[in-house]
C-alpha cells in the first residue's frame, strides 16, 4: 500500500504483540541502510521515515561517547542517539522525520515527527491496539478501522483549508501534530508538543542590518549544505521566483565548492500554457545565470483533469484547489529522469514574510485605525497585482471587500479572517446532515483556543506569520501539496529555508527586516540581490495553477461528471444535491468565474473523490484503488 | 423597487450561495453583500453581467463603487436610477 513512498526495499520487524515495517527509498547509505533496524542487543527497534540532515555531526559526538557503528546511515545515528539521549534526543535533531522506536524491555513505543510537519504520521487505536503508518490509506488495510468521514474535519477544512489540530479527515484516525511526540505504553498513548513556532523577535532591536544579512547567508548556506548530503544525486525545484533562485544559487555554489562543477545543478520546473500561471521566462533567466542542467515539464489543463482522482488518493483529504496536481506531475517528472531527491523554496514565504495575506492585514489595520484616505485606499490594488479581474475594480470595492469591522481589529486571528470568512461561505454546499453534525462548531474558535500563550504579546505580522507557519504550511502546502505529491513517485522533498536555525533566524527578527511598510522578504530580497540578481526585485506571484474549469473543458472529465450527478451527491450524503448542480450549472454555463466558485467545484470533486476512493471503492489488496470513470479498477 | 430586490436576491441565492440563504447564510436587503462574504471580487463582475443582460442597463467603470451594487435595497435603487436616465435619453 505504500510501495510509491518506499519503492527500493521492504522489510517487517514481528515480535509477539508488537510490529515494525517499513518501505525504503533509499538516499543515504543506500547499501546497509535497511529498515527496521536494532541497536546491538536487539531491545531497541526503529522505523524512521525521513533524513537526519546533521547527522554525520550528531555521529561524530556520540563516537567519541563510545558508540560503535555498523552502517553509514542516519537511521541508525538517531537509534544511538535515543540510546544516548532518551526522548532528549529529538531537540538535537535537524531533519525532515517521522519515526518509531519499540523499547522491547519497556514495551513502549515513542513517536515523533518532525518541527515543521515535513513527514507525515497518522495512527489508529483499535480493540486496545496502536496502528501507526506515514498515510492513512495503511491503516485501512486493517479491516477493523473505521473509514467514516468526520463532518467536523470538513467544517475545518471548508473554514481553514485543512483539519485542526490531530484530526484527519476520518473520525477513527489521528494525525501526530508537527513537532510533537507519542508514548504509548500499557494500552495508552500520551501525546505531547516538543517544539512550537517562537515569533518574540529577540532581535528586534539589536541586530544592525548589515550583520543581519551575513547571518542569514551563514544560515541559508548551511542549511542548504546539509541538504545535498545523500548518496544519490540531488536537484532544485526552480520556481522562477526569488526562493527557490536562491536554493539554487547556493546549492551550485556548494556544488562548485567541493569540485563538483563539471556536473551542473539538476534543476525542475512547471510550465503552463496560459500565460497568467507561467514562469518560465523567469525560471530561464535564472537557469541561464546559474547555468543549470534544467528540466522543463509542461503541463496542460488535460494533465491535471487526468490525474486529479490519484492525486486526491495520495492526498487522502479534500482539496480546494487544483494547484497539487502539477506539483504531483512534477515528482513523477523528477523520478523518471533518475532523481529522487530535490531541494525547494517552500517555508520562506512564512519564516521570511513573503505573503500577501500579511499585506493585506496591514492594510485593513491601517483604514480601520487611521481612515480611508484616497491614497491609502488606492494601495489595495497593489496586493494581488497577479489577480487581473482585481485590478479591473474601483478601489472603493476592492476597499469594501477587505473592510474589517470594529471588532475584527481585536480579534486574535485578524489576519485571516476575510480568507477563512470566504471559505465558510462553501459550507451553503453542505449536506442537511453535515449541517446538523457541525452546528456547535466554530472552527475559528478551535484555532483560537489552540494559540500559544505568547501569541497575545506578538505583532500583527508575527501572528499572520504564525498562522500560516502552524495551519497551511503543515496542513496543506507540505502535505496535501508536498510529501504526498513527491512521495507518490518515491521523490523526497527538502526545504532549507525550513531548517531549524533559518526558521529560529528568521523568527527572531525585526518587523523591518521582514515587510517593511508594504515592501515583503526584506532581509531575504537583499541576500538575493547578489544571488538570485535575474529576478531578486520580482513581486510575488504565487504558485498557482488552472482552476476548476479544467473539469469542464477536456474531454477526460467524466468521471467528474459522474461524481457531481445529484443522484452521487444524495447517495454520498456530504453535500446538498441541488446546491451542487446549481454550481455545475455555473461551471456548464461558463459563468463560474471566481475564487470562491473555484474552491467550492475542486472541494466537492475531491470530496467526492475521498468518498469514492477510501469508502465506496476501497480495495483492501495491495494495489490501492483507482477511479477511472464509472468504476474502480485496480491500480497497475 | 420590491420586485427588482425579489428577483436579485434569487440571482444572489442561486449564484452565490447554491439556492441556500436560511440560517447563518440569512442576509437582508440592506446588508452589504461584501462585508458579509456572499459577494468576493469576481462575483461583482459577474453580478453585472447578470445586471446588464436582466434589466438591459449599462455599468460603467464608475458605477462599480460599494455605494451602487453593495446590498440588494442599493442595486435595485441603482437599476432603477440607470433605467430612468436610459428612458430619459430615448425621450429626449
Redesign the interface.
Known amino acids: 500500500m505504500l510501495r510509491h513512498r518506499g519503492p527500493d526495499d521492504s522489510r517487517l520487524y514481528l515480535e509477539a504483540g508488537a510490529g515494525l515495517a517499513h518501505a525504503r527509498l533509499s538516499v543515504i547509505d543506500v547499501r546497509t541502510g535497511a529498515q527496521p533496524m536494532s541497536n546491538d542487543e536487539g531491545t531497541l527497534w526503529i522505523t524512521f521515515n525521513g533524513e537526519i540532515f546533521n547527522y554525520i555531526e550528531l555521529r561524530r559526538d556520540l563516537e567519541r561517547r563510545g558508540h560503535r557503528f555498523h552502517t553509514q546511515s542516519d537511521t541508525e545515528v538517531l537509534l544511538r542517539l535515543y540510546e544516548e539521549h532518551g526522548r532528549d534526543a529529538i531537540a538535537l535533531v535537524n531533519g525532515d522525520w517521522a519515526f518509531a522506536i519499540w523499547d522491547t524491555r519497556s514495551r513502549t513505543l515513542l513517536l515523533s515527527r518532525d518541527r515543521m510537519g515535513v513527514r507525515p504520521l497518522y495512527y489508529t487505536l483499535v480493540e486496545r491496539s496502536l496502528l501507526f503508518a506515514s498515510e492513512i490509506k495503511a491503516l485501512f488495510v486493517d479491516p477493523r478501522v473505521s473509514r467514516d468521514i468526520d463532518p467536523e474535519a470538513l467544517d475545518d477544512i471548508f473554514t481553514v483549508w485543512s483539519p485542526l489540530g490531530s484530526r484527519t479527515m476520518f473520525k477513527a484516525v489521528r494525525e501526530l501534530p508537527p513537532g510533537h511526540s507519542g508514548i504509548w505504553r500499557d494500552g495508552r498513548l500520551t501525546v505531547s508538543c516538543d517544539w512550537q513556532p517562537d515569533f518574540s523577535r529577540v532581535e528586534r532591536d539589536a541586530l544592525p542590518d548589515g550583520a543581519a544579512e551575513e547571518r542569514l547567508r551563514a544560515h541559508l548556506s548551511a542549511a542548504t549544505r546539509i541538504r545535498l548530503r545523500a548518496d544519490v544525486p540531488v536537484g532544485t525545484y526552480l520556481s522562477g521566483g526569488l526562493d527557490s533562485s536562491i536554493v539554487a544559487a547556493l546549492a551550485a555554489g556548494e556544488r562548485r565548492r567541493h569540485g563538483d562543477a563539471a556536473l551542473a545543478l539538476p534543476t525542475f520546473s512547471i510550465g503552463f500554457d496560459a500565460a497568467e500561471f507561467d514562469e518560465r521566462s523567469y525560471q530561464q533567466r535564472v537557469v541561464a545565470a546559474l547555468g543549470t542542467d534544467h528540466h522543463e515539464l509542461r503541463c496542460t489543463a488535460a494533465d491535471i483533469v487526468r490525474v486529479f482522482p490519484d492525486v486526491v488518493w495520495h492526498a487522502e483529504t479534500p482539496l480546494l484547489r487544483t494547484a497539487p496536481a502539477p506539483l504531483y506531475l512534477l515528482a513523477r517528472f523528477v523520478r523518471e529522469r533518475g532523481h529522487k531527491v530535490v531541494l525547494t523554496g517552500e517555508g520562506a514565504d512564512e519564516v521570511f514574510g513573503g505573503y500577501h495575506i500579511f499585506k493585506e492585514a496591514k492594510l485593513r489595520r491601517l483604514w480601520s485605525e487611521r481612515g480611508r484616505t484616497a491614497r491609502r485606499t488606492a494601495l489595495v490594488k497593489r496586493l494581488y497585482p497577479h489577480l487581473p479581474h482585481l485590478q479591473r475594480q474601483s478601489t472603493a470595492f476592492l476597499q469594501s471587500f477587505f473592510h474589517a469591522a470594529a471588532d475584527d481589529l481585536a480579534h486574535p486571528c485578524f489576519s485571516h479572517l476575510p480568507r477563512w470568512s470566504l471559505t465558510s461561505r462553501l459550507k451553503t454546499l453542505f449536506s442537511d446532515s453535515v449541517r446538523a453534525a457541525v452546528a456547535q462548531r466554530d472552527a475559528v474558535a478551535a484555532v483560537v483556543a489552540r494559540l500559544p500563550a505568547a501569541y497575545a504579546s506578538w505583532d500583527l505580522l508575527a501572528r499572520a506569520q504564525y498562522l500560516e507557519m502552524t495551519q497551511l504550511l503543515p496542513g496543506y502546502l507540505l502535505s496535501a501539496q508536498g510529501d504526498r505529491m513527491s512521495m507518490a513517485h518515491g521523490v523526497e522533498t527538502r526545504f532549507p529555508y525550513l531548517d531549524p536555525d533559518v526558521v529560529s533566524f528568521g523568527t527572531s527578527l525585526p518587523e523591518r527586516l521582514v515587510m517593511h511598510g508594504l515592501r515583503d522578504k526584506v532581509l531575504l530580497r537583499r541576500l538575493g540581490r547578489t544571488l538570485a540578481p535575474a529576478v531578486w526585485q520580482r513581486t510575488k506571484q504565487p504558485y498557482r495553477a488552472p482552476g476548476a474549469d479544467v473539469f469542464f473543458s477536456t474531454a477526460s472529465a467524466g468521471y467528474a461528471s459522474d461524481l457531481l450527478a445529484p443522484s452521487q451527491i444524495r447517495r454520498d450524503g456530504l453535500f446538498n444535491p441541488d446546491a451542487v448542480s446549481r454550481l455545475v450549472r455555473k461551471y456548464r454555463e461558463g459563468k463560474a468565474i471566481s475564487v470562491k466558485d473555484d474552491m467550492a467545484l475542486t472541494g466537492v470533486l475531491s470530496t467526492q473523490l475521498v468518498i469514492h476512493h477510501f469508502i465506496n471503492h476501497f480495495v483492501t489488496d495491495t494495489h490501492g484503488a483507482l477511479y477511472t470513470g464509472t468504476a474502480a479498477i485496480h491500480r497497475r | 423597487m420590491e420586485p427588482y430586490t425579489r428577483e436579485l436576491r434569487q440571482f444572489i441565492v442561486?449564484?452565490?450561495?447554491?439556492?441556500?440563504s436560511s440560517?447563518r447564510?440569512a442576509f437582508t436587503d440592506t446588508d452589504?453583500l461584501?462585508?458579509l462574504?456572499?459577494v468576493?471580487?469576481?462575483?461583482?463582475?459577474?453580478l453585472v453581467?447578470h445586471l446588464q443582460e436582466r434589466y438591459a442597463i449599462t455599468v460603467a467603470?464608475?458605477d462599480?463603487?460599494?455605494?451602487n451594487?453593495?446590498s440588494l435595497e442599493r442595486i435595485a435603487r441603482f437599476i432603477d436610477r440607470k433605467r430612468g436616465e436610459a428612458q430619459m435619453i430615448r425621450a429626449s
Open positions: 442561486d449564484n452565490f450561495l447554491f439556492g441556500d440560517g447564510f452589504s461584501q462585508e462574504g456572499i468576493d471580487s469576481t462575483g461583482v463582475l459577474e453581467c467603470d464608475d462599480l463603487v460599494p455605494d451594487l453593495d
